[in-house]
């Protein structure tokens, strides 16, 4: 088989894909990526992040090619740094006071909206977030609930709550989407919002034409997009359910797994 870099739009989840375990991103990931791009190739990510938490990145791998943020939600570029796509959603009163009476030391709550991040309830789960993303939440302002926002996240030192939780929004027949972007963070998304989705948005959007798509990730928010894209690899350290739908599945995360990916494609290249 031989393929053109230049026909190519690759697209990597950041937190156990691309980003090592210290939130850094390889020499050889960086060098791979410049050199795909130098060949005419399309690089983006597609994450869970806000625009905020990806700026670092962003400028490092110096980005232009629109991102997937908002684990679907937001379609960002960072060229003209305007968001041109968006979905948000309206959470009910019931469900607010539902989500607010379960906030402890153990279960934190973050809330999307405007580009700005929000938490309720301060505590050593949320700041360990925080410190993550590099992004520090405000101060949740109450009188301001009928607001639409973009997501919600739910993060539990037991993930067992997270599942009770998961049975009382399908319960309360909430219109959203439920996707775990870890093993303990559970996402509350816009009805219809995946990754994957809004890669076929973002196919729509883009000027280039007939591009093959290549998306990369390593949790359950990843499926999607790695079912939708031509060619959908896994991590090695990806969730098994990744690994089963995924096409290929490459090394570990921390084996510089982007640059495993792109040295084969040249390989590959006419």
Same mark, same amino acid.
């Given at each position: 088989?031989?393929?053109?870099?230049?026909?190519?739009?690759?697209?990597?989840?950041?937190?156990?894909?691309?980003?090592?375990?210290?939130? =850094?991103?390889?020499?050889?990931?960086?060098?791979?990526?410049?050199?795909?791009?130098?060949?005419?190739?399309?690089?983006?990510?597609?994450?869970?992040?806000?625009?905020?938490?990806?700026?670092?990145?962003?400028?490092?791998?110096?980005? $232009?090619?629109?991102?997937?943020?908002?684990?679907?939600?937001?379609?960002?570029?960072?060229?003209?740094?305007?968001?041109?796509?968006?979905? $948000?959603?309206?959470?009910?009163?019931?469900?607010?006071?539902?989500?607010?009476? =379960?906030?402890?030391?153990?279960?934190?709550?973050?809330?999307?909206?405007?580009?700005?991040?929000?938490?309720?309830?301060?505590?050593?789960?949320?700041?360990?977030?925080?410190?993550?993303?590099?992004?520090?939440?405000?101060?949740?302002?109450?009188?301001?609930?009928?607001?639409?926002?973009?997501?919600?996240?739910?993060?539990?030192?037991?993930?067992?709550?997270?599942?009770?939780?998961?049975?009382?929004?399908?319960?309360?027949?909430?219109?959203?989407?439920?996707?775990?972007?870890?093993?303990?963070?559970?996402?509350?998304?816009?009805?219809?919002?995946?990754?994957?989705?809004?890669?076929?948005?973002?196919?729509?959007?883009?000027?280039?034409?007939?591009?093959? $798509?290549?998306?990369?990730?390593?949790?359950?928010?990843?499926?999607?997009?790695?079912?939708?894209?031509?060619?959908?690899?896994?991590?090695?350290?990806?969730?098994?359910?990744?690994?089963?739908?995924?096409?290929?599945?490459?090394?570990?995360?921390?084996?510089?797994?982007?640059?495993?990916?792109?040295?084969?494609?040249?390989?590959?290249?006419?």
């Amino acid at each position: 088989m031989s393929i053109q870099l230049k026909n190519i739009l690759f697209v990597s989840d950041l937190d156990g894909t691309l980003l090592t375990t210290s939130q =850094k991103i390889s020499a050889e990931n960086v060098e791979a990526i410049r050199r795909f791009e130098e060949q005419g190739g399309l690089f983006t990510l597609a994450t869970g992040r806000t625009e905020q938490a990806v700026a670092k990145f962003v400028e490092e791998l110096n980005i $232009t090619t629109p991102m997937i943020l908002y684990n679907g939600a937001k379609i960002y570029c960072p060229v003209t740094q305007k968001v041109i796509y968006e979905k $948000t959603m309206n959470i009910p009163v019931s469900f607010w006071q539902y989500i607010f009476s =379960k906030l402890s030391e153990d279960l934190a709550l973050l809330i999307y909206r405007d580009g700005q991040v929000y938490s309720p309830h301060r505590s050593a789960l949320l700041e360990s977030h925080e410190q993550k993303d590099g992004v520090v939440s405000l101060d949740f302002p109450l009188d301001t609930l009928e607001q639409f926002v973009t997501k919600l996240l739910l993060i539990a030192n037991d993930p067992a709550e997270l599942l009770a939780i998961e049975e009382t929004i399908h319960a309360t027949g909430l219109e959203a989407e439920l996707v775990y972007s870890e093993y303990n963070y559970l996402e509350i998304l816009p009805i219809h919002t995946s990754k994957g989705n809004t890669l076929r948005i973002l196919l729509q959007l883009l000027p280039h034409k007939d591009l093959r $798509t290549i998306a990369v990730g390593d949790q359950l928010n990843d499926l999607t997009i790695i079912q939708q894209a031509d060619d959908g690899y896994a991590v090695e350290n990806a969730h098994p359910t990744l690994k089963i739908h995924a096409n290929n599945v490459t090394v570990h995360h921390e084996e510089h797994a982007i640059a495993d990916i792109i040295e084969k494609l040249m390989k590959l290249e006419v």
